[in-house]
């Protein structure tokens, strides 16, 4: 039973590479940011991306969140490394990125926690050096007094290819 899922997966991933268009010379560094809201007000994001290959890159995020002591949530400032897999199918890219990093947790007071972040999204090319898209993050703590999901959030995200 383990070998047909294995074999499942490779046949997929295989699939998956398949339908991947290369990366251009001029698209080796990426710059995005996002914004949206939730229950705590504003959300503006960063990361910045280095293209090791066509379907896969690594680099850093940063995410704000702001403060609501009235409806109880918290303010977060986050900061860490990820690694992006993504495809790109015609004009739509459509990516994972797992990461862990720091966050700088204040509500009655203030903690520094350490957890994993996920974010998954879709962008679509307007030329060759635009795009817009939309994207989901949540941000985990593992230590500290916060533990377990702490922001589940979407952004509206602009990307931009750094010469």
């Known amino acids: 039973m383990r070998n ?6 490779s046949s997929f991933m295989a699939s998956v590479s398949l339908g991947t268009t290369s990366l251009q010379a001029a698209q ?34 940063t995410q704000l969140f702001s403060k609501d002591t009235n409806k109880g949530q918290p303010g977060l400032f986050a900061l860490g490394a990820h690694f992006r897999g993504h ?23 203030t903690e520094l926690l350490f957890g ?11 030329d060759k050096s635009i795009a817009l898209g939309i994207e989901n993050s949540k941000f985990y703590s593992w230590v500290g007094e916060y533990k377990g999901l702490l922001k589940d959030s979407f952004l509206a995200t602009f990307r931009y290819n750094l010469p």
């Open 87 to 109: 495809t790109k199918v015609g004009i739509f890219d459509y990516y994972i990125a797992p990461g862990f990093g720091m966050l700088h947790h204040s509500l009655k007071k």
């Open 28 to 61: 080796t560094r990426q710059a995005s940011f996002g914004a949206g809201t939730d229950d705590g007000g504003l959300i503006l994001g960063a990361h910045f991306d280095f293209n090791d290959t066509a379907t896969e890159s690594y680099g850093a995020y």
């Open 116 to 126: 994993p972040m996920l974010s998954y999204g879709l962008s679509a090319d307007l």
């Open 4 to 9: 047909h899922r294995l074999l499942l997966f």
